[in-house]
């Protein structure tokens, strides 16, 4: 019989089966998650917050209906007993939404849970706590002025990425086995390929942002953080279906992910995006993307149309969108902004509506062009990040010649994709850089999440990918 400590170290599925069959409790799941939390966060700095009583009333809850055998349909729950966490952008009943800004701290709690940690607890999972995050979710680094940096729990000394850079050193510090994120440029598949865990950016749309603060409208997506497909599919299936509160929210049936995990790939089409995914990646990126595509035996080079441009548009919207969101603020309250937040929030507030109303025009021909490419090929892969995780504090990289900035370029190759809402996990590669993890994007039309996590699967299976925890104290 396994230990809580060793379980949480394993994955949400084998947690589940073990607080099932009685193997272990719900509360006693709770109590490692806490400890680790303690032992570990001192170095890591995943958690802004922890929500000890609730958790433990929970657990306390679920251990009493499986005590009573009073509730068949409980027992049989796909993620009894789980502990997870959230990034402090999703509204948790009784306690403010920071969103890593300082300003936020002044407002009252939030009344209600957001949707997406109502239906993981209806699936059994019991929260923990809410997670550091870039002030405002505009970063991919997790350096945050206000709560502190979040460190990459593989190599203290390096940036987590970010901007849900709590959430993904929170699963790969073994933590806890779920954590969800939002990703509006990169914000989930940046922080999973720094910190080595799966993370899959659904399609936009798929999963309803009510509940959570927002920083671009037309592009925030949420999805989840986990150590292995399986748990990233059965946390996902939890949270599927429509909420009306939720403009972008679609309607569309809830479609089992799980149970397809182990369908065959082999007549699926795959191709290696190239040309700007190849020249913006650096020499450890390219190397992890041969690894996959040669798993897969993918060997047909795609060349999507305009990428550039797409980008560009990307962050007209981005810039805009969110100056807009904080100009009562900026106007009034500048200074208790993080410095690089608010220059890049003015900015945007100041930009003609004429560039907008162009990006917007860009965006929507580049979907069109890339819809196009899925009529050839079923997947599409590219690299998460140019490079593995930089130093905390590091104001530059150096990608194939050209010195970047790290702030906005971590996101370089995620933000091509998110920008046209398609599905994606990330998969977390190791070998290509001699000591850390490197992500690799598995890219598929809309609504095919279901491929993706297939993918995501197989090259688990063989071994070729994999999220083992951090091996801290």
């Given at each position: 019989m396994s230990s809580a400590a060793e379980l949480l170290g394993s994955s949400a599925a084998a947690i589940a089966h073990a607080v099932r069959s009685r193997g272990v409790s719900a509360a006693d799941m709770v109590e490692a998650s806490l400890a680790r939390v303690e032992a570990t966060d001192g170095v890591v700095n995943a958690f802004t917050e922890l929500t000890v009583e609730r958790a433990r009333r929970r657990a306390a809850e679920i251990d009493a209906v499986l005590a009573a055998q009073t509730d068949p349909v409980a027992s049989g729950l796909p993620l009894l007993g789980v502990p997870f966490a959230v990034k402090n952008l999703f509204d948790i009943a009784a306690v403010t939404t920071h969103a890593g800004a300082k300003i936020e701290r002044e407002r009252p709690p939030a009344t209600h849970d957001s949707p997406l940690i109502a239906r993981l607890e209806r699936a059994g999972a019991v929260?923990?706590?809410?997670?550091?995050?870039?002030?405002?979710?505009?970063?991919?680094?997790?350096?945050?002025?206000?709560?502190?940096?979040?460190?990459?729990?593989?190599?203290?000394?390096?940036?987590?990425?970010?901007?849900?850079?709590?959430?993904?050193?929170?699963?790969?510090?073994?933590?806890?086995?779920?954590?969800?994120?939002?990703?509006?440029?990169?914000?989930?598949?940046?922080?999973?390929?720094?910190?080595?865990?799966?993370?899959?950016?659904?399609?936009?749309?798929?999963?309803?942002?009510?509940?959570?603060?927002?920083?671009?409208?037309?592009?925030?997506?949420?999805?989840?953080?986990?150590?292995?497909?399986?748990?990233?599919?059965?946390?996902?299936?939890?949270?599927?279906?429509?909420?009306?509160?939720?403009?972008?929210?679609?309607?569309?049936?809830?479609?089992?992910?799980?149970?397809?995990?182990?369908?065959?790939?082999?007549?699926?089409?795959?191709?290696?995006?190239?040309?700007?995914?190849?020249?913006?990646?650096?020499?450890?990126?390219?190397?992890?993307?041969?690894?996959?595509?040669?798993?897969?035996?993918?060997?047909?080079?795609?060349?999507?149309?305009?990428?550039?441009?797409?980008?560009?548009?990307?962050?007209?919207?981005?810039?805009?969108?969110?100056?807009?969101?904080?100009?009562?603020?900026?106007?009034?309250?500048?200074?208790?902004?993080?410095?690089?937040?608010?220059?890049?929030?003015?900015?945007?507030a100041l930009l003609p509506a004429a560039w907008v109303a162009r990006a917007q025009r860009v965006r929507r021909l580049y979907a069109e062009q890339v819809a196009r490419v899925f009529e050839r090929f079923d997947i599409l892969l590219a690299a998460a990040t140019p490079s593995a995780a930089t130093p905390i504090g590091a104001e530059f990289f150096e990608i194939n010649g050209h010195r970047l900035p790290v702030r906005p370029n971590m996101g370089l190759l995620t933000q091509p994709i998110s920008c046209i809402g398609l599905p994606v996990c990330a998969v977390p590669v190791w070998g290509a850089h001699p000591d850390l993890p490197i992500g690799v994007q598995v890219i598929a039309a809309p609504w095919r999440e279901d491929l993706v996590l297939r993918v995501a699967s197989a090259l688990e299976s063989a071994g070729v990918v994999h999220a083992p925890v951090a091996p801290l104290a």
């Open positions: 929260l923990v706590g809410a997670l550091n995050m870039d002030e405002y979710a505009y970063g991919f680094t997790t350096e945050n002025t206000h709560d502190g940096v979040t460190r990459n729990p593989h190599d203290p000394a390096r940036i987590a990425g970010g901007s849900s850079g709590g959430s993904a050193a929170a699963v790969a510090a073994g933590q806890v086995p779920l954590a969800l994120g939002s990703d509006t440029n990169g914000s989930i598949r940046v922080p999973a390929s720094l910190c080595g865990t799966f993370g899959l950016k659904p399609t936009y749309g798929r999963l309803p942002r009510t509940g959570t603060y927002p920083f671009v409208a037309s592009l925030d997506h949420l999805g989840p953080f986990a150590r292995t497909v399986q748990d990233l599919a059965l946390s996902y299936d939890a949270m599927q279906g429509i909420d009306r509160r939720d403009p972008a929210s679609v309607e569309r049936p809830v479609e089992s992910t799980a149970r397809a995990l182990a369908d065959r790939i082999d007549t699926l089409r795959i191709g290696v995006l190239g040309d700007y995914f190849h020249d913006q990646a650096g020499p450890e990126a390219r190397a992890a993307v041969a690894k996959i595509a040669t798993a897969l035996e993918a060997t047909r080079t795609v060349l999507l149309p305009q990428v550039a441009r797409a980008r560009a548009a990307a962050f007209v919207i981005t810039n805009a969108e969110a100056g807009a969101l904080h100009l009562a603020d900026l106007r009034t309250r500048a200074a208790d902004f993080e410095p690089l937040s608010r220059d890049r929030f003015l900015a945007g």
